[in-house]
């Protein structure tokens, strides 16, 4: 007989084309291929089961990047370096006043997007 996990299947285990996506099939559909009872949900036994077979329901977490990286990145836009080579340009060209103003705005732009990050 048939257990009921190995008719439960994770949707990256279909074949793409063989079944369609998990958010568009019917709720009966997805039930029965879940084999769960949707009054009541699923047994402890089968709940200790699937927790054991495919583990906890979570969100894998990326790997956090260093607030050095972080920092570094918000120069690293093409925008931000389009705006420090006209700051430059401005301070050759003359345009003191004009480089200042571009620099605080790229130190600012950078540093808001830091503490977002």
């Known amino acids: 007989m048939m257990n009921v996990t190995d008719r439960f299947k994770r949707p990256s285990e279909d074949p793409p084309t063989a079944l369609p996506a998990w958010h568009s099939r019917s709720v009966s559909e997805a039930v029965q ?3 769960v009872d949707p009054s009541s949900g699923l047994s402890e036994a089968e709940a200790a089961c699937r927790l054991a077979t495919y583990g906890l329901n979570t969100i894998q977490e990326r790997s956090s990047r260093r607030p050095l990286r972080i ?8 925008m931000i370096m389009i705006l420090i080579m006209a ?8 345009e003191p006043l004009d480089a200042a103003a571009i620099m605080v705005i790229v130190l600012l732009n950078g540093t808001v997007g830091f503490l977002q990050e």
């Open 71 to 78: 920092l570094w990145d918000q120069f690293m836009d093409f």
């Open 33 to 35: 291929r879940l084999a």
């Open 87 to 94: 700051a430059v340009v401005s301070g050759f060209i003359g």
